[in-house]
Every structure is written in C-alpha cells, then in structure tokens.
C-alpha cells in the first residue's frame, strides 16, 4: 500500500501561482510514476500531469502545458505541482496518484493509489 496526502491548495486570483505538494509513505516511492488529475464539480477527473520514477520524464496535458511544471524528490517522497498563471477554468480537486506502470499514462485507470485531494479555486 502507498498512502499518498496532498497539501498546498487554497484561494487564488486569476494569475496567481500555487504550489501543491503530495507525500507519500509505505512502499518505496521511487518504484512509482506520479501523477497529478483533477476533479472540477460535476465534470470527470482528468489529466493534469505525470513524471516518471526518476523525475526525467514528464507529460502534460495540453490544457495546462507550459504553466504548471512537476517536479519531485525521492529523498522526500514527495512529487510537487508548481502552477502559474492559474485561470478560473483550473477550479478542481487536485489529486495525486501513483502508478506502477512505467508509461507516464494519462488514464486515471493506470494508476494504483490516490490522494484524498486538494481543492484549488482560482477567482475571477
């Protein structure tokens, strides 16, 4: 078992930056793929981002590329989601997730464990 807690959302004004983290403990965190989803109300969740088990490789969602980068640290067992120039349409759940796949894949499906989740509001 992985037990994956985010932490790091809250109220932010459109333009605005956030930094979420989500730290993991149980297995060796290295052996995972991380990722990020989100959840806006009433929508499904969807991809935001993923790294690989080293923190080489990286895929983003077109949605957000080129405004959020994730970055983690396996001494830390933690993986971070750095967003910038937040916009209204960024309101969700934010959740981590962990994947014993090697494939950075963008189906909530691959992945194996989830973090309870943290809501981002970004006001108009």
């Known amino acids: 078992q992985v037990q994956l807690v985010e932490s790091g959302g809250g109220l932010v004004q459109a333009g605005g930056s956030l930094r979420l983290s989500c730290t993991a403990s149980g297995r060796t965190f290295s052996n995972y793929v991380m990722g990020w989803f989100r959840q806006a109300p009433g929508a499904d969740r969807m991809f935001v981002t993923a790294i690989s088990r080293t923190g080489y490789n990286t895929r983003y969602a077109d949605a957000v590329k080129g405004r959020v980068t994730i970055s983690r640290d396996n001494t830390k067992n933690t993986v971070y989601l750095q967003m910038n120039t937040l916009k209204p349409e960024d309101t969700a759940v934010y959740y981590c997730?962990?994947?014993?796949?090697?494939?950075?894949?963008?189906?909530?499906?691959?992945?194996?464990?989830w973090g309870q989740g943290t809501q981002v509001t970004v006001s108009a």
């Open positions: 997730a962990a994947s014993a796949e090697v494939a950075l894949d963008n189906s909530p499906s691959a992945y194996d464990y």
